[in-house]
Structures are given as structure tokens and as C-alpha cells.
């Protein structure tokens, strides 16, 4: 067998490249090690998140993961705005996992929500410094002083660069009055801002967590029980040991925390490929545990008997039972969605290195400082002694919010007295995450002789993303009730129920969380409610929303009515809904409040040799101050692709507490030959900016449901479409 030299597919791109019909052999680069430090340079240092140089270049600190959701360049530009810095001098640093720059944790759609305004004072606190300086400098007021695009400029028309004004402003009080920039002054803000990565991205240079490298590291794969929660009994590791590569075996304990490993037994080699090969060879008999009799179709049953009979009532207004009396007709469907799993195109991966009584650790972490927290809780330490160190994400939809791989790596590193790097398969990564919620759930509405809702029953059951955190949790938790019961329809008798149902495998967040339910049954049931109504599903939601009114959701952000209605008409304008489509065409429409946007799509799908065929979808969205409109645009872009494989594919399983699905090969993706033109426009506003990853998701499938309903007069309640011959 030949040598194995460990070469990541960056690097090899790296080193290989093509040139106007000619093949080019690059040179040795060194991907894996920091840049150097600039050295005569004098920093400034007012914040956490500022250093200027004298030179004039600038490195603005990013405290959140960057995953292909833009924020290293959003909540950088907000600094940069503020100052009137010139972007071309900007860099962006990663902020380490550390308590002092705040909540880091990058999921809930949340970043530019907490950080906006944070971001504007630090960059204008840093503005009004400079002034100072310059007048200072000048003798003159700071009245008279502005910046601008990199200098502070005087009313007689002489300007200082900012770099020029470093060693004075490091002398000068921050400020504590400190004025925000007139939005119609914004550079960057609401602009098309190209990424601060994409140059990386292009040539390699962007260390995501699979690509970094320490002296002497250890690749490390690890066996699972085939069942949550179960434990090695026994191992033979014999044959393991003759691939080549391959150096130990060890058996790793159960974590029994929230974010805790699995345990199993580790490979540890010299390369990945051996490590893999060598778990492929391991002989494990396991105690399956209590989730051994875990079968998801019987699990549906069980939590879909649940909703037809009445269970906690989690929310009333008025008297449904009444309702349902005098209603002119009454319509009932019950909906099953499965588990889902996140799979990111990066696997879950980390690498340390204890030494002593000290740790670092390199990952692609959406929540640092909840992965620094168990590293230290593990390691019986204390948080001084435990670096985080946060890579590029290649994804991470919630899954990497979870960092049982962090210690993992952590675990290992320990045990060897060695780095090492744990690498999950895309296999693993299907068969041990932490899963979307399966979920049952009836409705059950009334309509008056005008089509009027008069009565809406919605009763659900799905195992809690607290069962993670409090085991034996068998009801949903309020804020996971919320999307159902805080719905933006002016419905006189309205109830909301949960019934029980116990988790049996690791529940966890995933982009959109219960919205995905939630805005699925909602919408698919408006629409059926629309057909017997004999209205327009269009015209139908917005009587449905009713009146403009800001609803009091017990939140800091209320939800206003207008603005939901608002993103219906504009899409449906964009869409030209109500006009006449190529035969065999047909639309269906969507709508869903969520993460504090507002949001709305319309499908265009037909049927090509009786299977669905996607062609167009337009999406309308309303978050506020937008930040960026590139990475607006972007985020419901892979949103729209993002519901299209949940809708069409998405579906995990057990049987006998294993899950069955192991890859793509079966857990499949939207492929580029069906994706369809997506059309977003983003709606102007001044409101507070609001989430922008996960809202655009929900809207995807029931639009898709609604549209094949319009065109076959099939109306389809459970996913995946694959189920059925129409995928």
C-alpha cells in the first residue's frame, strides 16, 4: 500500500490551478497559519470590536459564525458605516468563544436583531474620537469637523487620514454621548455590499473547521450505537488494527448532558481515510438501551391518535365548540410531518489539543461559548484555561449550535496526550444528530355562509426540544406553541391544544424549528379553507388577517398586521397572481410571521410526465432595517431551496431504534436541475432589523402543497412528496 500524505480538497485546489489552456503547478501555500502581525504599526484600540492602525487599516472583530449567512461582513459594515470608514481598508477578525463579546450564539435569526444598534455605537464612538483628535489636531471646533469615507474633514475643505490621528485618539476619553449617523447618510447599510470573504472563498484561503492542522495531529473517527443512547458492551479491535494508519483504539464514556457525547469507540490514525477504514472494521456488540423498540411509524400512529382526542389546552379565545354550531361548513385534516435531519455540507468536526491543564480547541461552532463551557465542565477546569477558536462553517442550520463534537475532540485529545481532529462521516452525521421534530397535528375550522371563519380548533403533538434538556419532557414548551397559538388571523373562537408524546431520539433546532410545522399545517388548512369558501386563496388570507392592527404577542416586537398583508400583496403583484399561466401551470400562495419578519411566497409548479416540476418562486420579505440586500436576497435563495428539499425529500425513520437513512443516497437534496428561478424583492423599511435565515423557509412547502392542489385537485397533508408517486 502506498504512503497516504493527508491533502484537504482546498489545499490540492489550491496548488493545482488552470490558466488560459494551460495547466499550472503552483507552489507550496501555507493555508493552515495566521498571518503575520503588522509590525510599526501604532493600534488603537477604543473597543472590543475596533483596532485602527496608523497605517489606516482597520480590523473590525466579528463576534457571531459566519456560515454563508453574511454576518461577518453585515454586523462589520454597521461599524464601518458608523465611522465612515473606507471599506477596502477593513478586515474581519474572528472573535474567539468569550463571555466579554456578548451572546455569540448564531442561530434564532437573531444576530442582526441583538447586535445592530451595539455595532452602530461602536463604530460611532469611534467617529466622534477621531473628530476630536482632528480638531484637536487643528485647534478648531469639532463642530466644524466631519468623516468621511477615511478622513475627518474641516468646513475649510483640509482633511487627516484616520490613520494620521491614531496616537492622539489613544489619549482621548470614550465618549459617552455619542450621535448615530442620519440613515440617509448610510454608505453601506441597506446597500448591495459584496462579501469581506468572498476573495477567500475563491482561492482557498478560508480555514473551515475541516481544514485545520496542527503538528503531529491525529485523525480520529468514532462508532456510534446504531440506537440513541445506547453503550458499548464489548469490542473486538483486531482487524482495525491491521489497516494501515491506524494507531489505537479506545473505548469513550457517554456524556449524559444536553450537548454530551454519545460515546462509542474512536479510531485514532495518522490519516482520515484509515480512521474510517478502521471504525468499518470494528467488531462492537452493544446495549441497545430502552430505544431499542423505537419505530417511527408506529410512533406516528400513536401521537396522530393523540391529536383526535382533546389534550392541554395551551390557548383560548372565545368558545370553538359554539363556533363549530353555527357554522354554514365545517372542514377537518389531520397533517404528519417526519423527523428531519440538518445535514450541513461541512460535517461535524473539531480539533484540539490538551496539554496539561489546558485546552484549545479550533471549530466550526454556531455557539462558542457554550462549546468553551462544556469543554470546561468536562475537563473539571476553569474557563481561563480553554481556548475557542472559531473556523469558517461550511453550514451549520442549527446542528453546530450543539457542540457534542467539540468534546468529542476534547475527550479524545485527553485520553492520547495528543491533537487530534474528530471527523464525522456524512453517515454519522445522518444517523447520530440531533433531529427535527416528527409531529402530528388536526385542525379543525368552521366558515359561515360569507366564508368567514367562524371557529378554528389546531391540536398538535411532537416530542420537545426540551426532552434534550430535561429528559421525560413529553409536551411541547410554550415558546414552541407559539407560531400555532399567536397566529395573525382576527378569529372570534379560536383554541389551540398539545397532546403528549415522549422523544426517543435527540431533539434538537433546525433552521426554522416549529415553524416548519407549524406554518405548514397553517397554511395548507387557509387554503383548504379558501376552496370551501369559494374564495380566492389571496383574497381569503388577508379577510383572514383582518383588520391593521399590531397584535400583543406578550414580546418586545409585536406583530403588525399591515406589514404580514403588506408582503401577500407584494408578492402576489410580482407573481402576477390572478392572471392567466401556461396550461398545466398552476400557483400556490404562502404566508408566515416568524422571527420577527414577515414573509410571503408564491409557486409556480405544473406536472411533466405526472411529476412535479418547480419553475418559479417569488418571495416577498419584510425584516425591517435591512443591513444587507445581497445577503437578504441570498438567505431566501437557499431558503427557497431549503423547504423545496424538505417538501419533495425530507424524511428520517427508525426502525428498531436505528434510523434507516444513511446519505444523500437516501436523505436527498434538491439538485441543481431542479431548481427553479427564485424571485425575492425585500421591502423597504425603517422598522428595527428582524431575522432573515430561517423565515423564509416555512413558506416553501405549503405554498408547494397549494399549488399542486390548484393544478390536480389533490390536496396532500403529510411530507415528503416522495412518498408519493409525484416526485
Known amino acids: 500500500m502506498s504512503d497516504i500524505h493527508n491533502m484537504s480538497r482546498r489545499s490540492f485546489v489550491k496548488n493545482i490551478g488552470l490558466a488560459s489552456g494551460g495547466l499550472i503547478l503552483a507552489g507550496s501555500t501555507y493555508l493552515y497559519f495566521d498571518k503575520k502581525k503588522p509590525e510599526n504599526k501604532i493600534e488603537f484600540n477604543p473597543n472590543l470590536f475596533v483596532q485602527l492602525n496608523s497605517d489606516g487599516s482597520l ?87 466631519t468623516a468621511e469615507n477615511h478622513f475627518i474633514i474641516h468646513s475649510s475643505g483640509k482633511k487627516i487620514e484616520f490613520g494620521a490621528l491614531v496616537e492622539l485618539a489613544k489619549t482621548l476619553k470614550v465618549p459617552t454621548n455619542i450621535v448615530f449617523k442620519n440613515p440617509n447618510d448610510f454608505k453601506y447599510i441597506g446597500k448591495h455590499l459584496k462579501s469581506i470573504d468572498i476573495n477567500e472563498y475563491v482561492n482557498g484561503a478560508a480555514v473551515f473547521g475541516l481544514d485545520k492542522r496542527l503538528p503531529n495531529m491525529k485523525f480520529v473517527a468514532i462508532a456510534r450505537c446504531p440506537v440513541t443512547f445506547g453503550t458499548v458492551k464489548s469490542f473486538d479491535k483486531t482487524a482495525a488494527m491491521k489497516i494501515r494508519g491506524v494507531e489505537a483504539i479506545i473505548e469513550i464514556p457517554r456524556i449524559e448532558r444536553p450537548f454530551g457525547p454519545l460515546g462509542g469507540v474512536a479510531v485514532i490514525a495518522t490519516n482520515t481515510w484509515a480512521a474510517f477504514k478502521g471504525k468499518a472494521a470494528l467488531e462492537i456488540e452493544w446495549n441497545y438501551g430502552e430505544n431499542e423498540t423505537y419505530d417511527s411509524d408506529q410512533y406516528m400512529s400513536q401521537i396522530t391518535d393523540n391529536v383526535h382526542k382533546s389534550g392541554k389546552v395551551a390557548k383560548e379565545i372565545g368558545n370553538v365548540n359554539e363556533g363549530f354550531k353555527g357554522g354554514h361548513k365545517t372542514i377537518e385534516s389531520t397533517f404528519q410531518l417526519p423527523h428531519l435531519v440538518h445535514t450541513p455540507m461541512e460535517v461535524p468536526n473539531a480539533a484540539a489539543w490538551v496539554q496539561g491543564d489546558t485546552c484549545e480547541v479550533w471549530a466550526p461552532t454556531q455557539d462558542p461559548q457554550t462549546a468553551r463551557n462544556e469543554v470546561v465542565d468536562y475537563l473539571k477546569t476553569t474557563v481561563d484555561k480553554v481556548t475557542l477558536n472559531v473556523t469558517f462553517l461550511g453550514g451549520g442550520f442549527g446542528r453546530k449550535s450543539k457542540p457534542d463534537y467539540v468534546v468529542e475532540a476534547v475527550m479524545v485529545s485527553k485520553m492520547i496526550k495528543a491533537p487530534v481532529q474528530v471527523i464525522w462521516t456524512r453517515e454519522d452525521d445522518v444517523k447520530h444528530g440531533y433531529y427535527h421534530t416528527v409531529s402530528a397535528q388536526y385542525m379543525k375550522a368552521s366558515i359561515d355562509s360569507q366564508g368567514n371563519v367562524t371557529s378554528w380548533l389546531h391540536r398538535f403533538a411532537f416530542p420537545s426540544i426540551m426532552s434534550t434538556f430535561a429528559p421525560g419532557t413529553d409536551f411541547p414548551a410554550d415558546w414552541e406553541i407559539a407560531s400555532a397559538a399567536n397566529i395573525p388571523y382576527a378569529i372570534k373562537n379560536f383554541k389551540v ?108 409548479v405544473s406536472m411533466v410526465n405526472d411529476k412535479v416540476k418547480v419553475h418559479n418562486i417569488y418571495t416577498a420579505i419584510d425584516c425591517g432595517t435591512v443591513i444587507n440586500k ?98
Open 59 to 145: 480590523i473590525l472583530i466579528a463576534s457571531r459564525s459566519e456560515m454563508g449567512n453574511g454576518v461577518r461582513t453585515s454586523l462589520t459594515s454597521v461599524i464601518a458605516d458608523e465611522m465612515d470608514a473606507d471599506w477596502n481598508k477593513v478586515t474581519v477578525k474572528q472573535a474567539m468563544g468569550d463571555i466579554k463579546y456578548g451572546d455569540q450564539n448564531t442561530d434564532g435569526s437573531k444576530s442582526i436583531l441583538y447586535l445592530y444598534d451595539t455595532m452602530r455605537k461602536m463604530g460611532a464612538t469611534v467617529r466622534a474620537m477621531l473628530i476630536t483628535a482632528a480638531a484637536k489636531t487643528w485647534q478648531v471646533p469639532e463642530e466644524e469637523c
Open 497 to 604: 391544544e398539545v397532546g403528549q408524546a415522549p422523544a426517543h431520539v435527540r431533539i434538537g433546532w433546525m433552521r426554522s424549528v416549529i415553524n416548519i410545522p407549524h406554518g405548514f399545517s397553517v397554511n395548507v388548512f387557509a387554503d383548504e379553507l379558501a376552496f370551501a369558501a369559494n374564495k380566492d386563496p389571496l383574497e381569503f388570507r388577508l379577510n383572514l388577517i383582518g383588520p391593521d392592527r399590531i397584535e400583543d404577542t406578550k414580546d418586545p416586537l409585536k406583530y403588525n398586521t399591515a406589514r404580514l398583508k403588506n408582503v401577500l400583496n407584494v408578492v402576489a403583484k410580482n407573481a402576477n397572481w390572478g392572471k392567466p399561466l401556461p396550461e398545466g401551470h398552476a400557483y400556490g400562495i404562502a404566508v408566515q410571521y416568524s422571527f420577527y419578519s414577515y414573509v410571503a411566497s408564491v409557486v409556480e
Open 630 to 727: 445581497d445577503t437578504v436576497k441570498a438567505q431566501m435563495e437557499g431558503a427557497a431551496i431549503f423547504g423545496m428539499s424538505l417538501a419533495f425529500y425530507g424524511k428520517i425513520t427508525a426502525k428498531n431504534g436505528v434510523i434507516e437513512q444513511n446519505s444523500f443516497t437516501d436523505y436527498k437534496m434538491i439538485r441543481m436541475n431542479e431548481i427553479p428561478n427564485v424571485h425575492v424583492e425585500i421591502v423597504e423599511s425603517t422598522e428595527n432589523p428582524t431575522g432573515v435565515g430561517e423565515p423564509g423557509v416555512p413558506v416553501i412547502a405549503p405554498a408547494i402543497i397549494n399549488a399542486i392542489f390548484k393544478l390536480t385537485g389533490k390536496r396532500y397533508h403529510n411530507l415528503p412528496l416522495s412518498d408519493y408517486d409525484i416526485v
